[in-house]
């Protein structure tokens, strides 16, 4: 089982390094973490995805770092500040990009969440996470969030 998580932490480390070789640019996803349960937001664009789930993000810009990009992404969709505290998964490859997942707290003292740019938003505790409807990438940590809302 060592020799195994080793072997997976060496591969994560390869898909890093190949995503900043080719330069895909990343797309940062962010699990919320409040009480147990995270947030997820409801996409209305594109038409595929309308209607489904997400951790919210976005592109990370030229030369920005991730962690200021999920802080700027999330200010933006949602009108809250976090601080960012650690990574949930593997990185995914999407068609054009990479999806890399944080995980984050409100700040003490930031404002509620609200939906600037989704059509919902919603806490989901780890009994619900796994019959979201989430889109096809953010599907694909179901259990990584699930244990991460387990582990307190
Ligand atoms: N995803 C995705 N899951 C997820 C996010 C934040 C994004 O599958 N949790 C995908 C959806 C899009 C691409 O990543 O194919 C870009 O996400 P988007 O549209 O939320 O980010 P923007 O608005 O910063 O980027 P553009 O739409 O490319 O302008």
């Known amino acids: 089982r ?3 998580r080793l072997l997976a932490a060496r591969a994560e480390v ?3 390094r190949a995503a900043e070789v080719t330069g895909r640019p990343v797309v940062v996803a962010t699990a919320v973490v409040r009480d147990g349960a995270v947030l997820a937001a409801r996409r209305t664009r594109p ?3 309308a209607g489904r789930w997400e951790l919210p993000g976005g592109r990370v810009e030229q030369g920005e770092a991730e962690p200021d ?3 700027r992404e999330l200010r933006e969709e949602l009108g809250v500040d976090v601080r960012v505290t650690g990574r949930l998964g593997t990185d995914l490859p999407l068609a054009d990009v990479l999806l890399r997942v944080h995980t984050a707290e409100l700040a ?3 404002p509620e969440p609200e939906p600037l740019e989704h059509g919902a938003l919603r806490w989901v505790d780890a009994a619900d996470v796994p019959g979201l409807d989430w889109v096809p990438a ?3 940590v179901a259990a990584d969030l699930v244990t991460l809302l387990r582990s307190g």
Do not use: F, T
């Open 2 to 4: 060592l020799v195994l």
């Open 14 to 16: 390869l898909v890093e």
């Open 47 to 49: 038409a595929e995805l």
């Open 69 to 71: 990009a999920v802080v």
């Open 108 to 110: 003490p003292g930031s």
């Open 138 to 140: 953010d599907r694909a």
